[in-house]
Nanobody
Framework: QVQLVESGGGLVQAGGSLRLSCVAS????????AAWFRQAPGKEREFVAA????????IYADSGKGRFTISRDNAQNTLYLQITTLKPEDAAIYYC???????????????WGQGTQVTVSS
C-alpha cells in the first residue's frame, strides 16, 4: 500500500516558478514509477510527466517539455515537479501517482494523491 500526499500548490504569477512535492508512505515507493497528472476545470485529466523508480529515466508531455522537470528522492520518499515560466493554461489540480511502469496512461497507476491546486494569474 502506498499513500501519496501532494503539497506546494498555490497562486503564482504568469512567468513565475513553482515546485510541487508528493510525499509517499510505504516501503515500496522506490520500486515504483511515479508520475504527475493535472486536471483543469471542465477538462479531462492529462499526463504531465513520469519517472522510473530509480529516477534514471523520465518522460514528459509535449506541452511541458523544457518547462517541467520531474525528479524524486527515494531516501525521502518524495516526488517533485519543478515548473518554470508558468502560463495561465498551467492552472489545474496537480495529482501525483505511483504504479508499476513509467507510462503516460493514467489507468496504469495504482495509487493517487488528493491533488494540489495551482492557480496562475496573468
Amino acid at each position: 500500500q502506498v499513500q501519496l500526499v501532494e503539497s506546494g500548490g498555490g497562486l503564482v504569477q504568469a512567468g513565475g516558478s513553482l515546485r510541487l512535492s508528493c510525499v509517499a508512505s510505504g516501503r515500496t515507493f522506490s520500486s515504483r514509477s511515479a508520475a504527475w497528472f493535472r486536471q483543469a476545470p471542465g477538462k479531462e485529466r492529462e499526463f504531465v510527466a513520469a519517472i522510473s523508480g530509480s529516477g534514471r529515466s523520465a518522460i514528459y508531455a509535449d506541452s511541458g517539455k523544457g518547462r517541467f522537470t520531474i525528479s524524486r528522492d527515494n531516501a525521502q520518499n518524495t516526488l517533485y515537479l519543478q515548473i518554470t515560466t508558468l502560463k495561465p493554461e498551467d492552472a489545474a489540480i496537480y495529482y501525483c501517482a505511483a504504479g508499476p511502469s513509467t507510462t503516460r496512461s493514467a489507468s496504469a497507476y495504482d495509487y493517487w494523491g488528493q491533488g494540489t491546486q495551482v492557480t496562475v494569474s496573468s
